[in-house]
């Protein structure tokens, strides 16, 4: 199930753990990640990194991104994805245009002023298409380049400024720098907890923690305790990675097909010890929500009546696709605005395709039985409505400023698109069972 971070946060924060967010490489690490999350029932923010193009193995980014995201709206936990360390603004863009969920700039080495400026764009661009916005403040640096504590001063977030970059960006999470680097450690991790504590109590969103590898569970058990609710992991798990592949080169007798199952036996081993130390195993909590809930939920956060439907029941049965969403909103959501049939049965005609059409060309018994589930549709939706028209379901022309109006005041969505959606949505579960 894919949602925002900032609705896993919140849900982390209110249970008192950490979100592990995790960096992919490629589709194959990505699926990994998510199938032992699933296996934990954990809350995920999947990862990428800008930085990591150039590894991914494929040729045409868009349609890689597209793969894991299909792989995210199945899982059956939720799960947020995430672009990570983002420095242009041209990275921004495109991760909202693939529909990535949250996006992080990181201006953190750029004067004040310059950071709060970045960060605030980001933020008017995103949050109107209910994207989450994570920034840092001081700077987290790589591989050891501050140990001790006199040396790291300079970089470490000062508690104050964080409550004023807060308040002046409007972020939803915050990174903040607290001892901890990006890569391996040269030396003992030094965390400054008593930093930590000063920018909990005057920060008012979800603390992130990167640079999480080498830093150790009871230093890691401590942050979450302290408020960290987003923990970044990658180099354990490439560093496993490595080891496991290192093991099977050294066997003359190994079958190369045994490469995959020992990367993911170590992406396996290392994501499951952060999530057993971020507290979230078990916490999948939105998982455990009814389809006609769901369906409630994204109406709610602005989806079409056919977009709700379809990708309620999507990310439950497993037929999810960005192209098909584009055809729910493109032809649910405008022919319900013109007047004709109801998106919410729209929405339903497009589960019952999924679910029992084919696109096999020999494969004509198929496609005659969706036809025939989909009358049956129509049929009891106009039995119980009296009408499949949007504008005789509401009295409403959605062309007439006027009348818009009126279906706002007299709350037209609680008395007709409700009803019709909790209609189409009823019928398809007693379909299914």
């Given at each position: 199930m894919l949602v925002s971070l900032k609705n896993l946060l919140s849900e982390a924060e209110r249970g008192n753990y950490a979100v592990i967010a995790p960096d992919f490489p490629t589709l194959e690490v990505a699926d990994a990640l998510l199938r032992c999350a699933e296996q934990h029932n954990a809350p995920l923010a999947l990862s990428f990194s800008p930085s990591l193009k150039p590894y991914a193995g494929v040729t045409d980014f868009a349609h890689f991104i597209r793969m894991v995201r299909e792989m995210a709206v199945q899982a059956n936990i939720p799960v947020a994805l995430h672009l990570d360390h983002a420095y242009r603004m041209e990275d921004i863009e495109e991760a909202i245009r693939l529909g990535f969920t949250s996006v992080m700039m990181d201006a953190s080495t750029e004067p004040w002023e310059v950071n709060v400026e970045r960060t605030r764009q980001v933020v008017e661009l995103a949050h109107p298409l209910g994207i989450s916005v994570e920034a840092e403040l001081g700077h987290v640096a790589s591989s050891g380049r501050y140990l001790t504590a006199d040396s790291q001063q300079g970089w470490l977030t000062d508690p104050q400024e964080a409550a004023e970059f807060v308040q002046r960006t409007g972020i939803d999470a915050l990174a903040v720098a607290i001892g901890t680097v990006h890569g391996l450690y040269a030396g003992e991790p030094n965390l400054d907890f008593e930093r930590l504590k000063n920018i909990r109590e005057r920060v008012s969103v979800p603390l992130v923690l990167h640079g999480s590898s080498g830093t150790g569970e009871q230093k890691l058990r401590r942050c979450v305790e302290m408020g960290i609710r987003k923990i970044n992991v990658y180099s354990d798990l490439m560093k496993a990675?490595?080891?496991?592949?290192?093991?099977?080169?050294?066997?003359?007798?190994?079958?190369?097909?045994?490469?995959?199952?020992?990367?993911?036996?170590?992406?396996?081993?290392?994501?499951?010890?952060?999530?057993?130390?971020?507290?979230?195993?078990?916490?999948?909590?939105?998982?455990?929500?009814?389809?006609?809930?769901?369906?409630?939920?994204?109406?709610?956060?602005?989806?079409?009546?056919?977009?709700?439907?379809?990708?309620?029941?999507?990310?439950?049965?497993?037929?999810?696709?960005?192209?098909?969403?584009?055809?729910?909103?493109?032809?649910?959501?405008?022919?319900?605005?013109?007047?004709?049939?109801?998106?919410?049965?729209?929405?339903?005609?497009?589960?019952?395709?999924?679910?029992?059409?084919?696109?096999?060309?020999?494969?004509?018994?198929?496609?005659?039985?969706?036809?025939?589930?989909?009358?049956?549709?129509?049929?009891?939706?106009?039995?119980?409505?009296?009408?499949?028209?949007?504008?005789?379901?509401?009295?409403?022309?959605?062309?007439?400023?006027?009348?818009?109006k009126r279906f706002v005041e007299n709350k037209v969505v609680e008395k007709a698109c409700l009803p019709a959606l909790m209609s189409v949505t009823d019928w398809l579960l007693e379909m299914r069972a």
């Open positions: 990675i490595i080891q496991s592949a290192r093991g099977l080169l050294a066997d003359s007798e190994a079958d190369p097909l045994d490469f995959i199952k020992e990367q993911r036996n170590a992406v396996n081993r290392v994501l499951s010890e952060y999530l057993a130390v971020s507290g979230s195993m078990g916490k999948a909590h939105l998982s455990q929500i009814s389809i006609k809930n769901r369906v409630r939920a994204l109406f709610s956060q602005g989806y079409t009546c056919a977009e709700a439907v379809y990708l309620a029941f999507a990310e439950r049965e497993g037929f999810y696709s960005d192209a098909a969403m584009k055809f729910q909103s493109l032809l649910g959501g405008g022919i319900c605005n013109q007047g004709g049939m109801c998106g919410a049965l729209f929405g339903g005609l497009a589960v019952i395709a999924a679910r029992q059409s084919s696109v096999q060309g020999a494969d004509r018994i198929s496609r005659s039985q969706a036809n025939s589930t989909g009358t049956k549709l129509i049929d009891a939706f106009n039995r119980r409505h009296s009408s499949v028209y949007c504008i005789d379901l509401t009295g409403t022309n959605f062309q007439d400023a006027e009348q818009v």
